[in-house]
């Protein structure tokens, strides 16, 4: 993969994310025993409420969350011809008005599956399972695969960041003589014959450009903030889109007091975090949580930053702890705190990515590739653009040497080195 030989060329550290003792939050119906019970007593056979390691839960539960996995695999094969274009799949329309909540509800009978698959897609798409509908997941997973999203897709972090990817090739670029002009943001956007007029704005002030070739790498739903001439086709498509939303709170503690190294909880349980990671560096015991959906838009800002200290706080003590009644008193108090509050960010609002609302994609017949579909001398990146890896990095270094290679071809300087 791209990001990998990247972190290579910068002598980055990739480190496996380690999976073991993953403790869960989650309703269940407690298996044989608890049925066999409720039979003898004649008494309902009720959901209740399970805090605790997700090997430990009803067997019953883990086999059905494994199957509705596969389910869901089969289903993409069988109704998306083409991860290209979603809107030709087998009732296409059907699909794309079903959101994955519903979908999830009428599909999955057990509930301790439902939950854990619901948090999982809930981490994928930062945005709560009624908000998109089952084609486009369908899609996702026709070109990727259920295990590659939820498994795959998190086996290795960066231990520098992945963000220092970008620092370190704008640093490059730098040395090789290539402007980068921070603190400004396109307004207008024409095409003319001779090339393409840009205004930008910075410190309150409009200034006037023109390039040869543009690439557009803003997220699709912001495309709306840029004035084209003329107007792209991509945008109607665009606002019909919305951002994912998250925010990412790191506790930097002096000694290590969890044994799990992850935690997830159905979103219809928890409180406002869902899933958290041990992050932890030789000698720098950290957690990473996650603020998703609602959840993230409710606590952005940096007013909120106290209350989303004491919310990871609490709910690693909830979540990671043997006893969560008796928290280990290491916990209280976190040496440091590292924050990625992407709502928060100018002229993105949100992460990791675009995603299109329930029945944009059949109104429109636009989907990733065709969204990043050339128009002139524009040219678009971006990971909603992505053929594969769509929302992760991974897609969005894949639309720069889609977008690159684009260029080098419009101006005859032969294929990308």
Known sequence: K?????????????????????????NTHGGLFSWLKGL???????????LGSLNKLPLSDLFEYGKAGKKLDSLAKEVIIDPKAP????????????SVEEWIEKEIGNVG????????????????????????????????????????AQSHRVMEGVGSIGTLMGKRLQEEGVQIQLNSYV?????????????????G?????????????????????IAFKPVIPQLPYSQDMYMGKVIKTVLAYKEKWWKCEAGMADPKLAGPITLMFDVSHPGEPMLATFFYGANAEMYTGDDKKEKRRQLAIRTAQELLSEDPTIPDPR????????????????????????????????????????????????????????????????????????????????MGLGERA
């Open 2 to 26: 791209e990001v990998w030989r990247i972190c290579e060329e910068f002598g980055l550290t990739i480190v496996a994310q380690e999976d073991k003792g993953i403790r869960c939050h989650v």
């Open 40 to 50: 003898l007593s004649g008494l309902e056979w009720k959901e209740e409420e399970y």
């Open 87 to 98: 809107w030709t799949a087998k009732d296409a329309e059907k699909w794309d008005s079903i």
């Open 113 to 152: 599956a439902r939950c854990i698959v619901r948090a999982m897609v809930l981490a994928v798409f930062c945005a709560r399972t009624t908000e998109y509908s089952m084609l486009m997941f369908l899609a996702a997973l026709a070109d990727e695969s259920w295990d590659m999203f939820c498994v795959g």
């Open 187 to 203: 307004i207008g956007c024409e095409q003319k014959s001779d090339g393409v007029a840009l205004k930008m704005k910075s410190a």
């Open 205 to 225: 002030i409009v200034k006037s450009m023109v390039a040869k070739e543009v690439i557009i790498t803003v997220p699709a739903p912001h495309y709306k903030d």
């Open 331 to 410: 916990s209280n108090d976190p040496l440091s705190v590292v924050e990625g509050d992407w709502p928060s960010v100018p002229f993105i609002a949100g992460a990791y990515a675009g995603v299109p609302k329930i029945g944009a994609i059949t109104k429109h017949k636009m989907h990733r590739q065709t969204l990043g579909k050339p128009f002139g001398k524009l040219h678009f990146a971006g990971t909603e653009t992505s053929e594969h890896w769509a929302g992760y990095i991974e897609g969005g270094v894949l639309t720069g040497y889609r977008a690159a290679d684009e260029i080098a071809s419009s």
